[in-house]
């Protein structure tokens, strides 16, 4: 149970910020609770976007997370980092982050709950822990809580840019620029409901969406290029790199199936199932602690490979 009085600088505040704050969760899993009654505000239900006021009594109880209908499954993981608050994996290329229609076992998911049994519940029974995803194509480093106070903390450095993540993409072409911002609205293709698209400013469902490149070799028919997020909308690194012109290697949702072809023949191989990026890099602020932690991963042998083939120097990063 916590229960607190509104101090001076909480009042005006809305409900649900404060109560995300001193209950250590995030403001989402505070509205859930206050929905749910969990909270209440002088003993009595009050909406999320409620203003406090001095001395307003607030009280309410965490319920402890929802047992998961997710089955574990001992499948081996790439561990980079592990302790009583958070692991850091290297995902590899080919597996789902957490279960959906189509993907109901051998995810991440199904994986962490064989492994720990204390994950966050904030993320909900298909997502215990997972504090944000990537492609099931997409390999690299993947961050995971391992309780709620964790789960708060990292997802508010996800989103206010503190957590930097970033990633090795090798993309087709030689790029004019050696940096460039895309600010480019993102949202589900008007016609192909799978896929992504840059769409007009203002467009039914754009989202803002902004990656930063920086080319870090360029070479002949191709450049290795490291993108950063600044929004996290999915598929946008994919989808930002096809926009410039220069979609990613053997990309098969963004990129061109002729065009890889032809790529990966010139150079006597066969073109790879899964694009050629990778979550190289991650720096965070620990949770807990308050440490400074940074890790990397090196690039899947697929990439590796075909960066070589083109002339690039996988060692030079």
């Known amino acids: 149970m916590l229960e ?18 001193l209950a250590e969760v995030t403001r989402t899993a505070a509205q859930r ?14 909406k999320p976007s409620a203003r406090l006021r001095l001395g307003d009594a607030v009280s309410g109880e965490i319920p402890p997370p929802i047992p998961s209908h997710v089955e574990a499954e001992v499948i081996e993981l790439d561990i980079v980092y592990e302790d009583g608050d958070i692991i850091v994996i290297n995902k590899p290329q080919g597996l789902v982050v ?21 994950l ?16 099931k194509d997409t390999s690299g480093l993947l961050m995971i809580a391992k309780n709620d106070h964790s789960h708060a903390g990292l997802q508010a450095q996800i989103q206010t840019r503190t957590a930097s993540r970033l990633y090795l993409a090798l993309v087709h072409g030689t790029p004019r620029f050696n940096e460039a911002e895309v600010d480019a609205p993102i949202g589900r293709h008007p016609v192909d409901r799978k896929r992504m698209a840059v769409l007009s400013p203002g467009a039914s469902g754009a989202r803002s969406a902004q990656t930063r490149l920086r080319v870090l070799q360029a070479l002949p028919d191709a450049a290795l290029v490291e993108a950063a997020l600044r929004t996290g909308r999915t598929h946008q690194i994919r989808v930002h ?10 990309d098969p949702v963004y990129g061109v199936a002729t065009l890889d072809r032809r790529w990966f023949a010139a150079r006597g191989m066969a073109p790879p199932t899964a694009q050629m990026l990778h979550a190289y890099r991650l720096k965070l602020t620990h949770p807990r602690t308050g440490e400074a932690l940074q890790f990397e ?21």
């Not at 509104?6 to 704050?21: F, L, M």
């Not at 609770?33 to 009050?46: K, Q, R």
């Not at 519940?121 to 990537?134: D, F, K, N, Y």
């Open 297 to 317: 991963a090196p690039m899947p042998e697929p990439m590796r490979a075909a960066l070589l083939a083109c002339g690039g120097e996988p060692g030079s990063l």
């Open 120 to 135: 966050s519940g904030i993320g909900g029974e298909q997502r215990p822990g997972i504090v944000h995803r990537l492609d």
């Open 4 to 21: 607190w009085v509104v101090t001076e600088a909480q009042a005006g505040a809305r409900a649900d910020v404060v109560i995300a704050e």
């Open 33 to 46: 609770l206050m929905a749910d009654e969990s909270f209440l505000i002088n003993g009595l239900p009050a």
């Open 241 to 250: 790199c096809a926009y410039t012109g220069h979609p990613v290697l053997a």
């Open 98 to 118: 957490h279960p959906a229609p189509g993907t109901p076992s051998g995810t991440v998911v199904n994986a962490i709950l064989a492994h720990a049994t204390d």
